[in-house]
């Protein structure tokens, strides 16, 4: 079992920046790659970034591309998100998740066994 908590989400400005983190507890934090997703209100859930097992190997959405960063420290059991030149369309619920199987379907929501409660980010126009 791995426990996630996400922490970083708030409101703020279009053009703004916010840094969202997850920390893990459980299992060996580093047997797992990591994703970040997420929800707006209607909307199904999507993919946002990917990171690998050792970070060596990111990936992001088209949508996010150039203007978020996965990173994590597997010392310290974390990943993060950080966000910069945000637009409202960018306004979501986000949850951290951790797979360990099939990295090479990262923007697959089945491929993640644990999932975070999720934090929310509101960016005003």
């Known amino acids: 079992q791995v426990q996630l908590v996400e922490s970083g989400g708030g409101l703020v400005q279009a053009g703004g920046s916010l840094r969202l983190s997850c920390t893990a507890s459980?299992?060996?934090?580093?047997?797992?790659?990591m994703g970040w997703f997420r929800q707006a209100p209607g909307k199904e859930r999507e993919f946002a970034a990917a990171?690998?097992?050792?970070?060596?190997?990111?990936y992001y959405a088209d949508s996010v591309k150039g203007r978020f960063t996965i990173s994590r420290d597997n010392a310290k059991n974390m990943v993060f998100l950080q966000m910069q030149s945000l637009k409202p369309d960018d306004t979501a619920v986000y949850y951290c998740?951790?797979?360990?199987?099939?990295?090479?379907?990262?923007?697959?929501?089945?491929?993640?066994?644990?999932w975070g409660q999720g934090t929310q980010v509101t960016v005003s126009s």
């Open positions: 998740a951790a797979g360990s199987e099939r990295f090479y379907n990262y923007r697959d929501i089945s491929e993640y066994d644990y």
């Open positions: 459980g299992r060996a934090f580093s047997n797992y790659y």
């Open positions: 990171i690998s097992w050792s970070g060596g190997n990111r």
